[in-house]
């Protein structure tokens, strides 16, 4: 007997939301695409504002999963093709899609014009009280009006796409409860501070998502590639893997790669947080980000922008996002059972004791309408996701990859950090520490260094500049100036030949350290750069 078994391919898309602001946010996105025929899986992050849905690719399409979201009253775009079929390797389009999100400053945003709208109405609602008070009912709910219509039609719209139970719900039952116990000025201000606790969630929210696209910065948006003999501008994106581009000393280098023709050190600390730059020759890989010092490279591209190193590091820390903390995950469960529960408490205490015990209903609902207002879970569910992308954020920015906030939490509980190199510890910036003067004044010898690394881009020649400039030291000026790849740097000033670099290549040239020996081994074993300056 034979059983044939056909096992259904499986896509995994990725998208980018805007408009989120919580976990809530994210529920309500996660239940409506959920219930989507042929979708298995559906995961949203609103810190990273991104979605990834894992469906039967013949089963539901993009327009099915974008009419789902935007009919919440959010805004989508895919990231990637939706034609992969296999649950891995997709690449991420991420320039395209951040056009979702509105990146302008947040008092422009949507939701700031419309909490300012809903403070400008009741504004204009209290004067024409105060001017005309028989019209005050009237006047205050249509200041509510301008606030709550926007925030009921998210509510029936949750509701329909199978989630009844939504802050937005309670706001509105509570609200409306309000104007027919007579409590219009009432409903319109906590309308209004609604708004406005939104509006703070967005901004907190949006300041998460600018320091993961912040990263993306650190890819310059121009390359210059070979083509028949000439260098052409063109944008960063648009190389392909196999492109020949000329990267000039001083430029971030446009994409990964590997060196063709050309030595110089690259300052990696972008990427991978090596303090010291490290040499680079014919054959090595290098990477999106990070920085040429000092000579040109010829470099084939080896990754697509969508690809590159950069790129792949913000996908991790988004993906990073969208995995939920045990902490989060319990939250997101309370709080499924605790906005019902607050329903059922307000229904009860504006029903039982009027029934029961012969209170006064006017009294007994506004409590409950109390009750919904207070029980509103948004700070709840919005507090531990918030904290969570505060750190992995931070982290990011400082080149700290975290991945998730089951990390964080378990970071929490460790009691012992081991590193395993001192430049792990340092801020990737180097500075002059120490002067040791032979025959000349330590401003003599920081001004000949200076000069010549005067007009160079390399880490340490910048560090001996701005000590020279800080010490109000005078530079004088260089000439016949010329790097030694890996070794130093030679010139003359006032006609003195001058060189300056590594001890090794010093003695190589001549020089001899007998008297400063123990001084030079003493500051390599504190782990710090010695560089000479020999006549």
């Excluded at 096992?7 to 989120?20: A, C, K, L, N």
């Excluded at 790669?257 to 300052?267: C, Q, R, Y």
Aim: include cysteine.
């Amino acid at each position: 007997m034979a059983i044939a078994i056909t096992i259904e391919p499986t896509s995994d898309r990725r998208y980018r939301v805007g408009g989120m602001d919580c976990a809530g946010c994210a529920a309500k996105i996660e239940t409506a695409v959920g219930r989507l025929p042929g979708v298995e899986r559906v995961d949203v992050s609103a810190t990273a504002g991104t979605m990834r849905v894992r469906c039967a690719p013949d089963m539901v399409t993009d327009q099915q999963i974008t009419s789902a979201v935007t009919a919440l009253g959010y805004q989508i775009a895919a990231t990637e093709p939706s034609g992969n079929t296999s649950g891995h390797g997709a690449t991420d389009g991420h320039d395209h899609a951040h056009a979702v999100a509105h990146d302008g400053p947040w008092w422009q945003s949507p939701k700031a014009r419309l909490t300012l709208a809903c403070g400008a109405g009741l504004a204009v609602a209290y004067l024409v009280a105060k001017a005309f008070p028989a019209t005050a009912a009237w006047v205050y709910v249509a200041a509510m009006a301008i606030g709550l219509v926007p925030i009921a039609r998210r509510a029936i719209q949750a509701a329909r796409s199978g989630s009844p139970f939504t802050i937005e719900m309670l706001m509105t039952i509570a609200a409306v409860g309000a104007v027919f116990i007579g409590a219009a000025e009432e409903a319109a201000a906590v309308v209004l501070l609604f708004l406005i606790g939104e509006l703070l969630e967005g901004v907190a929210a949006g300041r998460a998502r600018a320091s993961i696209r912040a990263l993306t910065t650190l890819v310059p948006a121009t390359a210059l590639v070979e083509q028949d003999g000439r260098t052409t501008e063109v944008p960063a994106a648009s190389l392909a893997v196999g492109a020949i581009i000329l990267v000039r000393p001083g430029d971030r280098i446009p994409a990964d790669g590997e060196i063709l023709s050309g030595e110089s050190a690259v300052d990696e600390a972008p990427v991978t947080g090596e303090s010291t730059p490290k040499r680079k020759r014919p054959g090595d890989k290098v990477f999106a980000g990070t920085i040429n010092t000092d000579a040109a490279l010829r470099i084939s591209v080896t990754a697509a922008a969508a690809d590159n190193t950069i790129a792949r590091v913000v996908r991790l820390v988004e993906e990073a996002q969208e995995a939920k903390a045990p902490t989060e995950r319990f939250i997101d469960r309370f709080s499924r059972y605790y906005t019902p529960t607050v329903l059922i408490a307000g229904a009860m205490i504006a029903v039982v004791p009027p029934l029961l015990f012969g209170g006064a209903w006017s009294e007994w609902v506004y409590k409950a309408l109390a009750i919904l207002l207070i029980g509103c879970p948004c700070a709840l569910v919005i507090s531990t996701p918030a904290a969570i992308a505060a750190g992995l954020a931070s982290g990011a920015r400082r080149g700290l990859l975290l991945k998730g906030g089951a990390v964080l939490e378990i970071i929490g509980k460790v009691t012992t950090v081991a590193f395993d190199k001192t430049g792990t510890l340092t801020e990737g910036r180097p500075k002059v520490t120490d002067v040791v003067a032979l025959g000349r004044s330590e401003r003599d010898v920081l001004a000949l260094s200076a000069a010549l690394e005067t007009g160079s881009s390399h880490p340490l020649a910048k560090a001996i500049l701005d000590r020279a400039a800080a010490d109000k030291v005078i530079v004088p000026e260089a000439s016949g100036l010329a790097a030694i790849g890996g070794k130093g740097i030679v010139g003359t000033v006032d006609g003195v030949e001058l060189f300056f670099g590594s001890p090794k290549a010093a003695e190589a040239r001549g020089a001899k350290f007998e008297r400063i020996q123990d001084r030079i081994a003493d500051l390599n074993d504190q782990g710090k750069t010695v560089s000479v300056l020999v006549a």
